[in-house]
T-cell receptor, first 115, second 109 residues
Framework: ETGVTQTPRHLVMGMTNKKSLKCEQHLGHNAMYWYKQSAKKPLELMFVYNFKEQTENNSVPSRFSPECPNSSHLFLHLHTLQPEDSALYLC??????????????FGAGSRLTVL | GQNIDQPTEMTATEGAIVQINCTYQTSGFNGLFWYQQHAGEAPTFLSYNVLDGLEEKGRFSSFLSRSKGYSYLLLKELQMKDSASYLCAVRDSNYQLIWGAGTKLIIKP
């Protein structure tokens, strides 16, 4: 248990479904992130929030919609996904966005399969 | 463009030593990180280097040469539980993390 909890751990959805991924951190961190992890590829940063405000949207398609109601919770709303969106979606948090050893703490991920 | 290179897969024997290399070409440099990720689990922080040299932490050590754009992670006295993927990441001049694709380390008895 890292202090960052993601649900669900596994999700299968059709291309017309709407679903949401949830992330919760109990570390008192101010920054939260969504990453996409595909096999044998580098982690892809999707969204960054700092003190509930979105600071980065890395050219992510609009079928992915993030929501950060407070510094402890982060959601990723999914709709009209494509099969190529199948991947492991990792949530992470850090104390802030500053310099130094700003270590990321990751959740175990939500494994998404789009049929 | 920015790029991080690390071997896709390595195999080593229990009890031995293994070195996982990472080379990078980035726009500026503000630190290099190593993370460990067991299959189906969260990546976890191993080490952070910002100055040249070797940082030792138990059985794991990480080395950095900024002039060569090079780092390595050294694992000693390998144990079966060290079987995992090892991710190298560099923070560039904009404080963005650039990630390698990871090295899958297989430990054999």
């Amino acid at each position: 248990e890292t202090g960052v909890t993601q649900t669900p751990r596994h999700l299968v959805m059709g291309m017309t479904n709407k679903k949401s991924l949830k992330c919760e951190q109990h570390l008192g961190h101010n920054a939260m992130y969504w990453y996409k992890q595909s096999a044998k590829k580098p982690l892809e940063l999707m969204f960054v929030y700092n003190f509930k405000e979105q600071t980065e949207n890395n050219s992510v398609p609009s079928r992915f919609s993030p929501e950060c109601p407070n510094s402890s919770h982060l959601f990723l709303h999914l709709h009209t996904l494509q099969p190529e969106d199948s991947a492991l979606y990792l949530c992470a948090s850090s104390q802030d966005l500053g310099a130094g050893a700003n270590v990321l703490t990751f959740g175990a991920g939500s494994r998404l399969t789009v049929l | 463009g920015q790029n991080i290179d690390q071997p896709t897969e390595m195999t080593a024997t229990e009890g031995a030593i293994v070195q996982i290399n990472c080379t990078y070409q980035t726009s500026g440099f503000n630190g290099l990180f190593w993370y460990q990720q067991h299959a189906g689990e969260a990546p976890t922080f191993l080490s952070y280097n910002v100055l040249d040299g070797l940082e030792e932490k138990g059985r794991f050590s990480s080395f950095l040469s900024r002039s060569k754009g090079y780092s390595y992670l050294l694992l000693k006295e390998l144990q079966m539980k060290d079987s995992a993927s090892y991710l190298c990441a560099v923070r560039d001049s904009n404080y963005q993390l650039i990630w390698g694709a990871g090295t899958k380390l297989i430990i054999k008895p």
